[in-house]
């Protein structure tokens, strides 16, 4: 079936640092992509998408290509402040679209 | 204007009691979700609704039954709950079943069993 595979964390980073969040992903078809925020003692916030092959999403400084090649959607910040300190997941959409599946979530905690 | 609300937001019970948690969107969405994110964080799709109708169940027992009153609520009612049951239910909306729509989320019912 549909899976999503991110990396480990939890990652650490200073402010201004550079982040990146490998996300790869095995399904039938061309699911569409999500990278999902979650604040601590709250919902999930969509952070950005891409539905197809080469698309960029980008938000808040964050961006991830949807590669089909490598299968993989890698979330991207040039320059981390700690207010992004959160837990980030990968998801894609099943093609009927009536399910995200989630991978396992990574923890960023940005520090001054 | 909360655009997809649960209440409550805690829920602390006892094993073998029966609960339920509500769901409400004002975003005028056909499909709704509930989500099970347990301790680890993992979160799982539980059940799909569109147009009120049951579109997905996953492996969830049947202890679970949502109910969907209308297109802009869906509920969650759990009997008999279990240790195991404990978690944090996340309920969701998206504006239909394509697969690009993005789904938003509540705010989540943390559920403890003791």
């Known amino acids: 079936g549909d899976s999503v595979t991110q990396m480990e964390g939890p990652v650490t980073l200073s402010e201004e640092a550079f982040l990146t969040i490998n996300c790869t992903y095995t399904?039938?078809?061309?699911?569409?992509l999500f990278w999902y925020v979650q604040y601590p003692g709250e919902g999930l916030q969509l952070l950005l998408k891409?539905?197809?092959?080469?698309d960029k999403g980008s938000n808040k400084g964050f961006e991830a290509t949807y590669r089909k090649e490598t299968t993989s959607f890698h979330l991207e910040k040039g320059s981390v402040q700690v207010s992004d300190s959160a837990v980030y997941f990968c998801a894609l959409s099943d093609q009927a679209g009536t399910a995200l599946i989630f991978g396992k979530g990574t923890t960023l905690s940005v520090s001054s | 204007d909360t655009a997809v609300s649960q209440t409550p937001k805690y829920l602390v019970t006892q094993m073998g009691n029966d609960k339920s948690i509500k769901c409400e969107q004002n975003l005028g969405h056909d499909t709704m979700y509930w989500y099970k994110q347990d301790s680890k964080k993992f979160l799982k799709i539980m059940f799909s609704?569109?147009?009120?109708?049951?579109?997905i169940n996953e492996t969830v027992p049947n202890r679970f039954s949502p109910k969907s009153p209308d297109k802009a609520h869906l509920n969650l009612h759990i009997n008999s709950l279990e240790l195991g049951d404990s978690a944090v239910y996340f309920c969701?909306?998206?504006?239909?079943?394509?697969?690009?729509?993005?789904?938003?989320f509540g705010p989540g019912t943390r559920l403890t069993v003791t």
């Open positions: 609704y569109n147009n009120k109708e049951l579109i």
């Open positions: 399904a039938t078809g061309y699911p569409s």
């Open positions: 891409a539905t197809k092959a080469d």
């Open positions: 969701a909306s998206s504006q239909g079943r394509a697969p690009s729509y993005e789904q938003y």
